[in-house]
Structure formats: C-alpha cells, structure tokens
C-alpha cells in the first residue's frame, strides 16, 4: 500500500500534497496525520471533497486508510 506521511508538512501545504497524492496514485493509499486536529481535518477535506471512502486505521497512531472511490449517485 502506498503511504503519505505528514509529519514534518506544513498545514499550508498539506492540502496541495494530500490532493496530488490521492489524485496521482490508486486505492488502496494510507496517509499518516499523526495527531494533530488540523492536520486531520484539512485530510479530511480533501478526501471528502473527491468523494473518496476513507476508514481510520488507527485513530491512536494517527492514519487514514482510502479504500476507494464512492459511486457517483
């Protein structure tokens, strides 16, 4: 599986790398946001707004597994 890990991003740039990432590669894509809330959120906002499913992998560890792409209704 392929993997993004944030650490050490800015929250600046995460939303650029996190859309280039799920754009360029296919699912399954783990990417690792650690703990921060808004590391988590501006993630979150990327994956949601290409409509993507997504499952935490371990919401202690910090990571978000995208499984795939949701039906278009």
């Keep these: 599986m392929i993997t993004l890990d944030l650490h050490g991003k800015r929250h600046s ?3 650029r790398i996190v ?8 699912c399954p894509l783990k990417i ?10 501006i993630t979150k906002n990327v994956i949601e707004r290409h409509q993507l499913r997504w499952e935490h992998h371990n919401p202690n560890f ?8 949701r039906p278009k209704l």
């Design 13 to 15: 740039d995460v939303d």
């Design 19 to 26: 859309e280039n990432f799920v754009l360029l590669n296919d």
């Design 32 to 41: 690792i946001t650690g703990n921060s809330q808004k590391m988590i959120e």
């Design 62 to 69: 910090g990571a978000m597994i995208i499984t795939d792409i």
